[in-house]
């Protein structure tokens, strides 16, 4: 189900709403985790036991590393700490266990059979359970807090569960850790207040993806429908321009969506952007981007493997292991693969002097970035190689035989959506995050997201609904 559909906007969260409000407050986890698998369900009805499975064999593991039998007081530390060793192993291994089976498995056994010469593995064929790149993160950042210590004790079923599956971000994220919401969990108040923020934050987020990022995604395939080796330098740049626009605004509205239901629910979602275009260097640009998923990547892979503690090879090492498995988190494919390694070359290279020089520059850095920015999403989201080593040489004004879509149609392009690309710009900047922070309470706020929500109601009633991208990683 999605947040941008009228079957969740008019039947699922007003029904939910109801019956969460009305329930007394010690029974609301088991509203909110009932209701979250109702929500999977609907869209992943076959994937609700895998879930489910996860949770439970996850949830034993964690109560099995905390677990102290009577023993001799000698012999007692050395099995408490061999103990949260095996459930550790045990747990990642289901967890990324099923994750490969799922996601990569297929990806895998290609590339054996490629270098075979023979279908030496099967192919599985598995459809990819919506949500199990999150929520599987999730999961191994709650273990690996539990044996580090960084938790306490182990959760109760229900709190566990309803951090696991809960709606808000079940599907794609932002990636929490249990850390961040055990007290919400155990209490938590819901007010009028707080009903009001959700919903104007969920009305924004929803006119992001609605008005923003469908509407631009319909210039990039217009311009990919003509093939991407047959575009000038100019409609190719508009075309990186436009999926660069409609990923952020996509991906940016699903998570203020994700906050804003949070917020209605007594919980706080992390925030996942913080203006990630108005970076002045790449390294910047991943502060701000994606917050959960790197800081994940951050402390649960770079830190643990040393860091940039262990000189300047070590830790080119580090990124180099980091972005590979960052590519591939996003996709089981090759161009996703190469565009963790461009984004380890470049921020290696930052890194080695330049990047400092960047983040000081006031011009010079905004440029650089949004120059780099659209060259990588454009191997981010071309999947065939031939393909996208097609497009990469029309943005450098390398062409084939074939016709050129010209600047006759960048000229109608541009026509047709000049003012949806001011708007993407506008809001891609930090200034209306800003003016909604100093205005959100004022009446005429209030009355600009009631028009937001009904024309993006409108959108969707005449356009179907289009999923969120980040439902494919």
């Not at 088991?30 to 439970?56: D, K, R």
Request: a positive charge.
């Amino acid at each position: 189900m999605l947040f941008s559909s009228l079957g969740f906007l008019f039947r699922f969260l007003p029904v939910f709403m109801v019956l969460y409000l009305i329930v007394p407050a010690r029974y609301r986890n088991i509203v909110l985790l009932l209701g979250s698998l109702v929500f999977y369900g609907v869209g992943e009805p076959h994937f609700v036991l895998l879930l489910v499975v996860s949770v439970l064999i996850n949830y034993g593991l964690s109560h099995y590393m905390f677990w102290e039998p009577s023993s001799p007081q000698q012999n007692r530390r050395a099995k408490a700490a061999r103990r949260r060793r095996v459930a550790l192993i045990l747990s990642l291994a289901v967890d990324f266990g099923l994750l490969f089976v799922f996601k990569y498995w297929d990806f895998a056994a290609g590339a054996v059979n490629g270098l075979a010469g023979r279908e030496a593995v099967p192919l599985l064929s598995l459809a990819l359970p919506v949500g199990i790149s999150f929520y599987t993160f999730q999961m191994a950042s709650y273990q690996i807090d539990c044996y580090r210590g960084t938790l306490d004790k182990p959760a109760d079923f229900v709190p566990f569960a309803t951090y696991v599956c809960m709606f808000p971000k079940l599907v794609s994220g932002p990636i929490a850790r249990y850390g961040e919401m055990a007290d919400r969990l155990q209490s938590r108040r819901v007010n009028i207040r707080k009903l009001e923020n959700g919903l104007k934050l969920f009305a924004a987020g929803l006119g992001l993806k609605v008005l923003l990022a469908d509407q631009i995604g319909t210039l990039w395939n217009t311009i990919m429908s003509a093939g991407a080796g047959n575009l000038h330098a100019s409609v190719a740049w508009l075309g990186a321009a436009a999926y660069s626009f409609q990923i952020y605004f996509d991906f940016w509205g699903y998570s203020v969506m994700a906050m804003g239901l949070g917020k209605m629910l007594g919980f706080r979602i992390p925030r996942n952007f913080d203006s990630p275009y108005a970076s002045r260097s790449l390294s910047e640009f991943w502060r701000r981007w994606h917050i959960t998923l790197g800081s994940w990547f951050r402390d649960y892979v770079y830190f643990p493997l040393g860091g940039s503690r262990r000189g300047k090879l070590r830790t080119v090492c580090n990124l180099l292991i980091v972005w590979a498995f960052t590519g591939l988190w996003h996709g089981a494919n090759w161009n996703f693969l190469l565009w963790g390694m461009l984004f380890f070359v470049l921020l290696s290279a930052e890194k080695s002097g330049y990047g400092k020089w960047l983040e000081r520059s006031k011009v010079w850095g905004h440029l650089y970035t949004l120059f780099i920015i659209p060259v990588t999403w454009v191997v981010f989201a071309v999947t065939d190689l031939g393909q996208l080593a097609a497009y990469l040489g029309n943005m450098f004004g390398v062409h084939g035989d074939a016709p050129l879509v010209g600047t006759q149609q960048l000229l109608r392009y541009l026509k047709e959506y000049w003012m949806l690309l001011i708007a993407c710009a506008a809001f891609a900047t930090p200034y209306p995050a800003k003016l909604y922070d100093k205005y959100a309470n004022r009446w005429f706020t209030v009355v600009i997201l009631l028009l937001l929500f009904w024309f993006s109601v409108h959108e969707i009633l005449i356009g179907g609904n289009n999923p969120f991208l980040y439902l494919k990683f």
